[in-house]
């Protein structure tokens, strides 16, 4: 509970404009004026800056497209209904005005390349097992605390879910692993809320190739040039389903193919930009432009080594946490005990001495560029909390009017604000299950 209060406590502060331009030093950017008003107009535009993104957090429905959540999700030991040390609960939710966000099946990807039919069959039903734990404790959430949060399936229930006070959750599916060596489950998982489905994660699959290939299991570049074949069977299938193909994670050739496939519009649920932080797992200006052509919308992700990229000390000082804890490569990790992930992260924190971490602003250059090449339509947010997301300043659910902070003084209307926010995600999600009842 006192956690809660803290946050209510900052909350308290920030509601008041008169309390926020009391605290906030009153001074002219550098080289501007010398004395005169200028010194106050800056405060009051400050001060209106706080007032017009309070209105538009408060008007748009604000929707995270990635949310992870621990094994031990909807356990004693974490219930997102009680105060918690993860960066999304439903407090936080509430604090910080997010009205609604994906909660994520994520099952680590085992390394099928070289295994036997019996071999492979094991791995997969391990895979399910997971997916099967994560979509159990999503389900628990909506049913224990039904007076705070509902399921959505739809944008419409989505728009009713806020109407009424209550936080809206959706259903992702990181990677499509655990659907084995087939796409039958496709149909289940969509009646059972699933609203997109990734094609691959960290590691080349049966579906595809990864932007991030484990070198550690001697993965090259290729595996397929792309989609499989069985990786073009499930975009299909998911078309079909209604389920939104989900491109982040995915090789560029996967993902363009994808997105060339594709009968209706694709996403990319939590991916940066190339064009500000070179990194893999970022989306380059071409990519931008076909999923805009596509219809479609790219999420920004607010994981910092994307947003910022780490720089060589930083990337050593990484590796040799990893290998104190022994783990070979990032997705190991959460294969552990959430105190295990929360004991690296809390190690991790240090590489921050070395280099600062990338802040709200850093994040909103991925959206302003975003914005730039693929237009207002086709971008949107998720923050990868509680999976390695968090950067100075959106470091939790409970700071995320931050966000719209940063993007009313970047100038965005509220109109732009609410595409970016919801608007654009809800609309794909509509084509896509609009697509699925005329192909019935
Ligand atoms: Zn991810």
Known sequence: MKRLNKYISILTLTTSVLAFAACKPVSAPEGVGVGGAEPIDVATSEANDVTSAKAAHQAVITLDTHVDIPLTYMTPEMDPGTDTDAQVDLAKMEVGGLDAAFFIVYTPQTNILGANI????????????????????????????????????????????????????????????????????????????????????????????????????????????????????????????????????????????????????????????????????????????????????????????????LSPAQEKFKADVRAQMGFEADTQIFKSDPEVISQYFKALEAMYDIDAKATVADYADHIDHAVKIAGIDHVGIASDFDGGGGITGWSDASETLNITKELVARGYSEADIEKIWGGNLLRVLQAVQKGADKAR
């Open 118 to 309: 019996l071999e492979a069959d094991i791995k997969y039903s391990e895979a399910r097992a997971i997916a099967e734990t994560r979509f159990a404790a999503i389900d628990k959430l909506t049913k224990t605390y039904p007076d705070r949060i509902e399921l959505a399936k739809t944008a419409d229930d989505v728009r009713r879910i806020h109407k009424s006070g209550k936080r809206a959750a959706l259903i992702g599916m990181e990677n499509a692993f655990p659907l084995g060596d087939s796409i039958d489950d496709v149909p289940k998982w969509a009646e059972r809320g699933v609203r997109y489905m990734g094609i691959t994660h960290m590691g080349h699959n049966q579906f595809g190739d990864s932007s991030n290939p484990k070198t550690q299991w001697g993965e090259t570049e290729n595996l397929y040039g792309g989609l499989s074949s069985l990786g073009k069977d499930l975009v299909v299938a998911l078309n079909k389903a209604g389920i939104m193909v989900d491109v982040s994670h995915a090789a560029k050739s996967t993902m363009m193919q994808a997105t060339a496939l594709s009968s209706v519009p694709v996403i990319a649920s939590h991916s940066g930009v190339m064009g500000v932080a070179d990194s893999l797992r970022n989306l380059d200006d071409e990519q931008l432009r076909a999923l805009a052509d596509n219809g479609g919308v790219a999420q920004m992700v607010a994981l910092g080594s994307y947003v910022k990229a």
